[in-house]
């Protein structure tokens, strides 16, 4: 289906002739309205897309986005002084030609206004500098990277650090993102985004399409062994013992992210059950002191799904049978996966759908115990063990 009313679309902005607005006819509030619809989807979509949008469109690394992000767009220009580097800091420069009008590298004293600016923690900060007409102007992105404390461009060409693309590897990025993305209006709003650069003719697209409606998740056929074992079992009482062990981030079980402030992170628990392995001569399940053990241990996996400060999306994603490898990889048994199975089974939507996936794909793999979470057999009982013992995926 066409548009056949452009004003249909979310972030199109119909504005009269204004004759005495000089800034119009050079495409400035085009350019700024580029940028704000860029700068308000990307408020509303969820971690995954944000890792997505650092990788694809910045070309940086994607673990940085996994830190919550701040954004705003930029009013006023700032005056010609540079300020302090932080760790990372990249200039990405969008416009239809995706590079540099040639001739315009030479530096001037006047001030820097970037259009944008995207912080993710005090990992990485993105300097964003648009155009709705052929290139960026070499001489305004000096002056950011020189205000900003980015590598200055020198005779050889733009450093690494410079990012230049185009509209239309945004509007790529925003359609490619709408299947893994999670939260409707984040998934309605990178239609929107893509359809609206169309709309703006700042991507090559030559016919322009309605956003496709969200999508209405359907939910996967549940496998009979795991609607038994919901019958033999009280998920409830389940999910209270997980609750009581793994909800509470003052809890003796509770294991935060390696960033957050408690005194066990996922690095400690992952060496932890390590030990535990080694004590009784064990082989150590091999993804478990992986990236110095920054990785979703089991003790973890439960105090993502049933603590404060949860990330589901971390541990429910799209990569199921990858997932359910990871899993395994870092000594989950069948205990932790019931305990997933708890949380999941009669929530509705794309994450508990997701995790009941992952649960019948790692469940055969997994052992009926493991060193990780012996704390979970102890308030489940010999009942319930006996019952996953006997329990197989078919």
Not at 16 to 39: F, H, I, P, Y
Not at 219 to 225: G, K, L
Not at 274 to 279: K, S
């Amino acid at each position: 289906m066409l548009y056949t009313n452009r004003y249909h679309n979310v972030f199109f902005a119909y504005r009269g002739a204004a004759v005495s607005d000089v800034e119009l006819t050079q495409g400035r509030q085009l350019e700024d309205n580029l940028t704000r619809a860029l700068v308000v989807t990307l408020e509303a979509i969820s971690g995954t897309s944000h890792q997505c949008f650092v990788r694809d469109v910045c070309g940086a690394e994607d673990g940085a986005a996994m830190t919550r992000a701040k954004r705003r767009l930029e009013l006023q220009p700032l005056p010609p002084e540079p300020r302090e580097p932080a760790r990372v800091q990249l200039l990405l420069g969008i416009s239809p030609d995706g590079g540099v009008g040639p001739g315009t590298l030479e530096p001037d004293s006047a001030g820097s206004r970037a259009d944008a600016l995207i912080a993710f923690g005090t990992d990485l900060l993105v300097v964003i500098e648009s155009k709705a007409v052929g290139a960026c102007d070499g001489a305004q992105l000096a002056r950011h990277a020189y205000w900003w404390g980015i590598d200055p461009a020198t005779r050889k060409g733009i450093p690494a650090t410079w990012r230049m693309v185009t509209w239309q590897r945004v509007a790529d990025w925003a359609r490619s993102s709408m299947d893994a993305e999670d939260r409707p209006v984040g998934r309605f709003l990178l239609g929107q985004l893509a359809d609206y650069l169309d709309l703006a003719g700042v991507t090559t697209r030559s016919v322009v399409q309605v956003a496709p409606a969200p999508r209405v998740e359907v939910d996967e056929t549940i496998p009979v062994w795991m609607d038994d074992l919901a019958t033999a079992i009280d998920l409830n009482r389940v999910s209270t013992v997980c609750d009581e062990l793994y909800g509470d981030v003052e809890g003796e079980h509770h294991v935060c992210g390696d960033k957050q402030e408690t005194e066990v992170d996922c690095r400690v628990d992952s060496r932890r059950v390590a030990e535990a392995y080694r004590a009784v001569r064990e082989k150590v399940p091999p993804v478990l002191l992986q990236n110095g053990g920054n990785v979703i241990t089991p003790r973890r996996a439960l105090s993502i799904l049933y603590g404060p400060n949860r990330y589901e999306q971390s541990v429910a994603v799209p990569e199921v049978r990858k997932q359910a490898g990871k899993l395994i990889g870092v000594g989950v048994d069948r205990a932790v996966l019931l305990g997933m199975l708890a949380w999941a089974w009669d929530k509705p939507g794309r994450r508990p759908s997701l995790m009941r996936q992952i649960i019948a794909q790692a469940w055969e793999q997994a052992p009926v115990t493991s060193h990780a979470a012996p704390e979970l057999h102890d308030g489940l009982g010999e009942r319930i063990d006996l019952i996953l013992a006997d329990t197989a995926a078919a």
